[in-house]
């Protein structure tokens, strides 16, 4: 770990301090967090949106996601003005004009830690977190060095804190402590920080969220590293670790009081096979400070391109519990929405 590694972690422990009013109090009052897997706003779903309007994507489930007091997604694109991007086979760019739809559907956080992050180099990194910030939404996971990508962000509701990380383990995105990028847990001093950050945060009252894009893509059963790099992340107090890049749904574990979603798979992409057009928003219910109920609505993009609607529960059920049953995970209907429990 560099030193300027060590400098970041005491320099986001004394803004945690700060912001700890040394002692939070947890309300009774129920808190709705709301998860989405992949959302990609570009390629043919950009030309979709230009189309129609930056809410296209977001009428089938607007509703569900206004509902929530803090709704996150991992969004899989540069959002920005950009001309030259890397040499590689996918790139993803995205007019700075979706965010107003993100926005308007009431996402509140985006995770920018994943593959995609440096498809326009630094400039683009550094763009697409400046717009995304002006949108009146808070990014996660990337900025213009590691100080900024390491940081946790907070949200309060009711007397609840929240502390949101994003995170990327698929060996890509990280160029240097002063250099835009996203944050590496690839990178054994990643790693090490996020684990020493997620600690910090809970011992100082927060509720900690971490995002992290992992595994391989189109693999329905998450790897040996995704379930030891979860372990480890509640282990040191996170209270929900949430998956992305597969881009297909993997199984939900009840693991050590917290909760781990392994992948969420696409929300919002356009992707042609059938399980590409599969997803799920992730319902987590907080009260009295823990884990009160976990729900899902399955989603689907079949019918419409790239508009997600909720998928048939009964179809839903029986693929989720094919997905969680390894990890001990029921699952049941309760009023159109999946209902997920640890076995007794």
Not at 138 to 155: I, K
Request: proline fraction near 4%.
């Amino acid at each position: 770990m560099s030193i300027r590694i060590l400098h970041i972690s005491l320099f986001l422990t004394s803004i945690v301090l700060s912001q700890s009013f040394c002692g939070w109090f947890a309300s009774p009052d129920t808190v709705r967090i709301v998860f989405g897997g992949d959302v990609m706003l570009a390629r043919n779903v950009g030309e979709q949106i230009e189309k129609s309007s930056p809410d296209y994507p977001w009428l089938g489930i607007k509703k569900y996601l206004s509902q929530a007091d803090i709704a996150v997604v991992n969004l899989e694109c540069v959002v920005g003005t950009q001309q030259r991007s890397v040499d590689k086979k996918w790139v993803f760019e995205a007019n700075p004009a979706v965010l107003a739809g993100l926005k308007n559907a009431g996402i509140d956080c985006v995770s920018l830690a994943n593959n995609h992050n440096y498809d326009y180099f630094g400039t683009g990194v550094v763009e697409t977190v400046d717009s995304v910030w002006s949108a009146g939404i808070v990014p996660v996971g990337a900025g213009r060095n590691a100080e900024e990508f390491f940081a946790p962000r907070s949200f309060y509701v009711r007397g609840n804190w929240f502390a949101i990380i994003g995170l990327n383990d698929t060996k890509s995105g990280y160029w240097g402590d002063d250099e835009p990028g996203c944050a590496p847990t690839w990178k054994a001093f990643g790693e090490s920080l996020a684990v020493k950050q997620i600690a910090t945060m809970k011992k100082l009252g927060a509720l900690v969220i971490v995002f992290e894009h992992w595994g391989r893509e189109y693999d329905t059963v998450p790897r040996k590293r995704q379930i030891e790099l979860a372990h480890k992340f509640i282990d040191a107090g996170a209270s929900a670790v949430i998956g992305s890049h597969p881009h297909r749904l993997q199984g939900i574990e009840f693991y050590g009081g917290g909760i781990i979603a392994y992948s969420l798979g696409n929300l919002v992409f356009d992707q042609h096979d059938f399980l590409g057009n599969i997803g799920g928003l992730l319902e987590i219910d907080i009260s009295n400070g823990s884990i009160s109920e976990v729900k899902m609505l399955p989603t689907e993009t079949i019918k419409k391109f790239a508009q997600p609607h909720s998928y048939s529960i009964k179809d839903a059920k029986i693929s989720m519990k094919k997905l969680c049953e390894p990890f001990n995970s029921t699952v049941s209907i309760d009023d159109k929405i999946l209902l997920l429990k640890p076995k007794k």
